[in-house]
């Protein structure tokens, strides 16, 4: 299943968001959730040990479908207006799509065991809640494998970030402009 055009073909633009609400973060169709999950999987090197990881709300459903496809759990960092109280690690993120800032938190108990973490999501912008979730894994003794994400907006700084953080990076679909009309490509990387 071509991803990328089923977003390109889907997708609208709303004020410099891709909104893709219709079909993967809103109102879910599970066929192709289920062909997300297999593909997003296929992209990172996932063994039994690890856990997918994700924050809270629209990144549930494809860290679902991937954690599936590879055989593994996977876990939802919370979202809250303030800090969480302790056993709570947590972190706040700056959302570039709700212009805001909220805190994103996990019960570090919950990963016990766990190998190596892979983050999942179902959009790459500026890479604020990818780079709160993977520190508060590793702040959990979790090292990240790697970060793959649905959509890429590839003219933000979400790539470079996450890099430079020394994570890996793969996208099934990198979307690369939105202002002159939805201009989408195949993604790449990872493993």
């Given at each position: 299943?071509?991803?990328?055009?089923?977003?390109?073909?889907?997708?609208?633009?709303?004020?410099?968001?891709?909104?893709?609400?219709?079909?993967l973060n809103?109102?879910?169709?599970p066929p192709?959730?289920?062909?997300?999950?297999?593909?997003?999987?296929s992209?990172?090197?996932?063994?039994?040990?690890?856990?997918?990881?994700?924050?809270?709300?629209s990144?549930?459903?494809?860290?679902?479908?991937t954690a599936?496809?590879?055989?593994?759990?996977?876990?939802?960092?919370?979202?809250?207006?303030?800090?969480?109280?302790?056993?709570?690690?947590?972190l706040?993120v700056?959302?570039?799509?709700?212009?805001t800032?909220?805190?994103?938190?996990?019960?570090p108990a919950?990963?016990?065991?766990?190998?190596?973490?892979?983050?999942?999501?179902?959009?790459?912008?500026?890479?604020?809640?990818?780079?709160?979730?993977a520190?508060?894994?590793?702040?959990?003794?979790?090292?990240?494998?790697?970060?793959?994400?649905?959509?890429?907006?590839?003219?933000?700084?979400?790539?470079h970030?996450?890099?430079?953080?020394?994570h890996?990076?793969?996208?099934?679909?990198a979307?690369?402009?939105?202002d002159?009309?939805?201009i989408?490509?195949?993604?790449?990387?990872?493993?």
């Amino acid at each position: 299943m071509d991803i990328a055009a089923i977003v390109e073909r889907r997708a609208h633009i709303d004020d410099g968001l891709v909104i893709v609400d219709t079909f993967l973060n809103h109102r879910v169709e599970p066929p192709l959730m289920t062909q997300i999950g297999a593909q997003l999987a296929s992209l990172c090197d996932i063994r039994p040990g690890d856990i997918v990881a994700t924050v809270e709300a629209s990144g549930i459903a494809p860290s679902m479908a991937t954690a599936t496809a590879a055989g593994v759990d996977f876990i939802y960092a919370k979202k809250t207006v303030s800090r969480p109280p302790e056993p709570i690690v947590s972190l706040p993120v700056a959302s570039t799509t709700k212009r805001t800032t909220y805190h994103v938190g996990v019960r570090p108990a919950l990963l016990a065991g766990i190998e190596r973490a892979w983050i999942i999501d179902d959009f790459l912008s500026d890479g604020h809640a990818a780079l709160a979730l993977a520190s508060i894994m590793e702040e959990c003794d979790v090292p990240v494998a790697g970060c793959a994400f649905v959509i890429e907006k590839t003219f933000r700084t979400g790539r470079h970030r996450l890099e430079e953080a020394g994570h890996s990076v793969a996208s099934l679909v990198a979307v690369d402009s939105v202002d002159e009309g939805l201009i989408v490509r195949r993604g790449a990387d990872a493993r």
